[in-house]
């Protein structure tokens, strides 16, 4: 049987998918507070 492989994989696709979800939410957080630190579209 090969489950402690399969479930390792998962684990780390898991880790993976939890380390975008919160890169992605980091980077909104913080366009979200440069815009509201310098005004709207001036970050840009």
Do not use: H, N, Y
């Amino acid at each position: 049987m090969r489950s402690q492989g399969k479930t390792r994989a998962d684990a780390a696709g898991c880790l993976i998918l939890l380390l975008m979800a919160a890169l992605f939410i980091g980077a909104l957080a913080l366009a979200a507070f440069t815009e509201v630190g310098d005004g709207p579209g001036s970050w840009r």
